[in-house]
């Protein structure tokens, strides 16, 4: 090779090569901030047209990656399932209709999986209209009494609600809501309390909304210093009707109302539907319960379908909002389709098969859950951002997979972050945060118009999480405007 030629090709490649220099130094000097010295941290910046790693730091180390998991559930979710996929959710009947339009057998809503079955969030129908419109297309079926039982069908999915590695202190919040094939207005209800003015005093439960047959629940909940905020936990997982609160909440002397998770929502949903039919005017002898039989005992005719949004919508409501239920379902729901079993470890193995076919194996995934809230989950920034830039890489779900994310001082987890800065606009990543653990990932759209995938973890931090935070949002704030 001549000298002219090589000297013809630094100037060529010398651009790149100051660019990843400058954001590995960027890199160290992370490293360096007094709030990060004492943390363990993984990064890896990655180009996403040439590949080239701009910086790495322990970017194969195994971290708790809390929320960013939730990119594994949502991407492979679109991959398997396809944007423009629908959950179902059917209302089935055995039995016979007699000539009084009596129904001599039961009536069964049957679940799919739709996390957003109940919720009202976008154009989907909150809890009280899903039981008007159930009853409704009961009523259009001829069907004025019910001889046998409400049941709600959640064979679909298989495996227990709440995933290896999720704790007591969360399972009975809201976040922490139990994973099912029926689920109902977000497997949730609300829990009000009567404040009280004075620090330390006893805070007295004032009931549920709506009330929750069965559930009985203890406050061991005081009311904390002004300022101090919500620290009150319902303490429970799946199927414990007996819980106890215990904790904080804000002085004063109103109402102050907490979110907890449903002991059993499927067997809640069917008790609101008897309720309702009753309230309709439609008999029913029987009562309340669940089938969780893998196989119908009798043949049963569907007498009405509702649809889900598109995955794409319920993708991007995860993502931008960090629902643990979606992203739970989602990994559940990928498991049925390929594997034929609703379980979180066929969703896992699933999962794995379509990124190495995809030419991604990951080096440091342990993969209790699809949300990031357990704590035996791990994986390296390296996976987590060579995901990211093999979603961009996808013309296919390209759109679909951005306009999911959070984005910096717009939207989402990342709407507050940024924005008077010239990053504003240009940083799209999940967020995640769990104690002692932070991470984003996502990408960088730089104003050249060069994208860069990312993934930033950072774990057992010893200074203030806000201090870790600020370090982290300035880091990507200077990938942009460097």
Same mark, same amino acid.
């Given at each position: 090779?001549?000298?002219?030629?090589?000297?013809?090709?630094?100037? =060529?490649?010398?651009?790149?090569?100051?660019?990843?220099?400058?954001?590995?130094?960027?890199?160290?000097?992370?490293?360096?901030?007094?709030?990060?010295?004492?943390?363990?941290?993984?990064?890896?910046?990655? @180009?996403?047209?040439?590949?080239?790693?701009?910086?790495?730091?322990?970017?194969?180390?195994?971290?708790?990656?809390? %929320?960013?998991?939730?990119?594994?559930?949502?991407?492979?979710? +679109? $991959?398997?399932?396809?944007?423009?996929?629908?959950?179902?959710?059917?209302?089935?009947?055995? &039995?016979?209709?007699?000539?009084?339009?009596?129904? !001599?057998?039961?009536?069964? $809503?049957?679940?799919?999986?739709?996390?957003?079955?109940?919720?009202?969030?976008?154009?989907?129908?909150?809890?009280?209209?899903?039981?008007?419109?159930?009853?409704?297309?009961?009523?259009?079926?001829?069907?004025?009494?019910?001889?046998? @039982?409400?049941?709600?069908?959640?064979?679909?999915?298989?495996?227990?609600?709440?995933?290896?590695?999720?704790?007591?202190?969360?399972?009975?919040?809201?976040?922490?809501?139990?994973?099912?094939?029926?689920?109902?207005?977000?497997?949730?209800?609300?829990?009000?309390?009567? /404040?009280?003015?004075?620090?330390?005093?006893?805070?007295?439960?004032?009931?549920?909304?709506?009330?929750?047959?069965?559930?009985?629940?203890?406050?061991?909940?005081?009311?904390?210093?002004?300022?101090?905020?919500?620290?009150?936990?319902?303490?429970?997982?799946?199927?414990?009707?007996?819980?106890?609160?215990?904790?904080? $909440?804000?002085?004063?002397?109103?109402?102050?109302?907490?979110?907890?998770?449903?002991?059993?929502?499927? =067997?809640?949903?069917?008790? /609101?539907?008897?309720?309702?039919?009753?309230?309709?005017?439609?008999?029913?002898?029987?009562?309340?319960?669940?089938?969780?039989?893998?196989?119908?005992?009798?043949?049963?005719?569907?007498?009405?379908?509702?649809?889900?949004?598109?995955?794409?919508?319920?993708?991007?409501?995860?993502?931008?909002?960090?629902?643990?239920?979606?992203?739970?379902?989602?990994?559940?729901?990928?498991?049925?389709?390929?594997?034929?079993? &609703?379980?979180?470890?066929?969703?896992?193995?699933?999962?794995?098969?379509?990124?190495?076919?995809?030419?991604?194996?990951?080096?440091?995934?342990?993969?209790?859950?699809?949300?990031?809230? %357990?704590?035996?989950?791990?994986?390296?920034?390296?996976?987590?951002?060579?995901?990211?830039?093999?979603?961009?890489?996808?013309?296919?779900?390209?759109?679909?997979?951005?306009?999911?994310?959070? =984005?910096?001082?717009?939207?989402?987890?990342?709407?507050?972050?940024?924005?008077? %800065?010239?990053?504003?606009?240009?940083?799209?990543?999940?967020?995640?945060?769990?104690?002692?653990?932070?991470?984003?990932?996502?990408?960088?759209? !730089?104003?050249?118009?060069?994208?860069?995938?990312?993934?930033? $973890?950072?774990?057992?931090?010893?200074?203030?999480?806000?201090?870790?935070?600020?370090?982290?949002?300035?880091? +990507?704030?200077?990938?942009?405007?460097?």
């Amino acid at each position: 090779m001549s000298r002219l030629f090589r000297i013809f090709l630094s100037y =060529l490649f010398w651009p790149a090569l100051l660019c990843g220099q400058n954001v590995q130094e960027l890199a160290e000097q992370l490293l360096q901030r007094p709030a990060l010295q004492q943390a363990r941290l993984g990064l890896l910046v990655v @180009d996403v047209e040439s590949r080239q790693p701009l910086a790495t730091v322990q970017a194969e180390e195994a971290l708790a990656p809390a %929320s960013s998991l939730k990119l594994l559930s949502t991407s492979t979710a +679109l $991959i398997v399932l396809g944007a423009d996929y629908r959950f179902k959710t059917e209302l089935q009947i055995d &039995g016979y209709l007699d000539a009084q339009g009596v129904l !001599q057998g039961n009536l069964y $809503i049957k679940g799919y999986g739709d996390p957003s079955l109940g919720s009202g969030r976008g154009n989907t129908l909150d809890r009280e209209a899903l039981l008007e419109w159930l009853c409704d297309r009961v009523a259009e079926a001829g069907i004025r009494g019910i001889a046998g @039982d409400v049941l709600a069908d959640d064979s679909w999915f298989s495996g227990p609600p709440a995933p290896e590695g999720w704790s007591e202190k969360d399972g009975g919040n809201y976040y922490a809501a139990g994973v099912w094939a029926l689920n109902f207005a977000e497997n949730m209800y609300r829990l009000r309390f009567q /404040q009280h003015p004075k620090t330390g005093g006893a805070v007295r439960i004032l009931g549920t909304e709506p009330e929750v047959e069965g559930l009985r629940l203890y406050s061991r909940v005081v009311s904390g210093a002004a300022g101090s905020g919500d620290n009150a936990y319902i303490y429970g997982l799946p199927y414990d009707f007996d819980r106890e609160v215990r904790g904080s $909440i804000p002085p004063g002397r109103g109402v102050f109302v907490i979110k907890g998770s449903l002991p059993d929502a499927p =067997l809640f949903a069917a008790q /609101q539907l008897r309720k309702k039919l009753l309230g309709e005017g439609i008999s029913v002898l029987g009562k309340a319960g669940v089938w969780r039989k893998p196989k119908e005992a009798r043949p049963r005719e569907v007498i009405a379908v509702l649809h889900s949004p598109p995955l794409s919508k319920l993708v991007e409501w995860t993502n931008r909002e960090s629902l643990n239920l979606y992203a739970e379902v989602f990994l559940r729901a990928v498991g049925r389709e390929r594997a034929g079993e &609703g379980s979180v470890q066929a969703g896992v193995e699933v999962l794995r098969g379509v990124w190495a076919e995809r030419g991604l194996k990951f080096r440091a995934l342990q993969m209790a859950d699809g949300s990031g809230l %357990s704590a035996n989950d791990s994986i390296c920034a390296a996976d987590l951002a060579m995901l990211v830039r093999k979603m961009y890489a996808d013309v296919h779900l390209r759109d679909v997979f951005l306009n999911s994310l959070p =984005l910096a001082g717009r939207r989402g987890t990342l709407k507050s972050s940024l924005r008077q %800065s010239p990053a504003a606009g240009r940083i799209y990543a999940k967020t995640g945060s769990m104690k002692g653990v932070r991470s984003l990932t996502g990408l960088v759209q !730089q104003p050249s118009g060069k994208w860069l995938a990312f993934s930033l $973890i950072v774990n057992d931090y010893t200074s203030s999480a806000s201090a870790v935070w600020r370090e982290m949002l300035s880091f +990507l704030e200077k990938l942009v405007v460097k």
